[in-house]
């Protein structure tokens, strides 16, 4: 039997810890699909680095508590099937988006480049979120860094 919340605090909306956590997913899946979506797929490497470093700002700034939020979650979803991949919704867009960019590049692997250029993303989104002192002071910085990335993958 599910563990049940105590008395007064959500329980009169969601009555079980799984119920609390699938509401928070949604409401977040709802935010970020608002907020973190790129509006067209960039066609050329520098477009990429353009859209990447446009999407780390917001991820860094203005979308910053969805990043903290999702990480928090994370920890606590492990456990609970169908919630955890609820939750990778963004990440799973960001691969799909990364993939056909990667096709439209002549990357030999696309799917394969998407994940490692999402992955790199994630670590460093986590990285700059929660450890102080990583963030740079331009995220400029970072373009050659994320074009060099993106033209090995796009081979």
């Known amino acids: 039997m599910p563990k049940r919340l105590p008395e007064g605090t959500t329980s009169n909306y969601h009555r079980t810890k799984r119920e609390l956590l699938a509401a928070v997913v949604a409401r ?16 050329t490497p520098e477009g990429l680095v353009d859209a990447l470093l446009e999407f780390i700002e917001l991820a860094l700034g203005a979308a910053s508590p969805l990043v903290l939020a999702r990480l928090a979650l994370l920890a606590n979803l492990a456990n609970e099937p169908g919630l955890a991949d609820q939750l990778q919704g963004v990440h799973l867009r960001l691969l799909d988006g990364a993939d056909a960019v990667f096709g439209q590049l002549g990357a030999t692997a696309p799917r394969r480049s998407a994940e490692i250029l999402t992955d790199y993303l994630d670590g460093l989104l986590i990285h700059m979120s929660t450890v102080p002192g990583r963030r740079p002071e331009q995220l400029e910085e970072l373009r050659p860094q994320l074009g060099f990335l993106v033209a090995v993958l796009s081979r």
């Open 28 to 43: 977040l899946e709802e935010r970020d699909r608002q907020e973190l979506e790129l509006s067209e797929l960039p066609r």
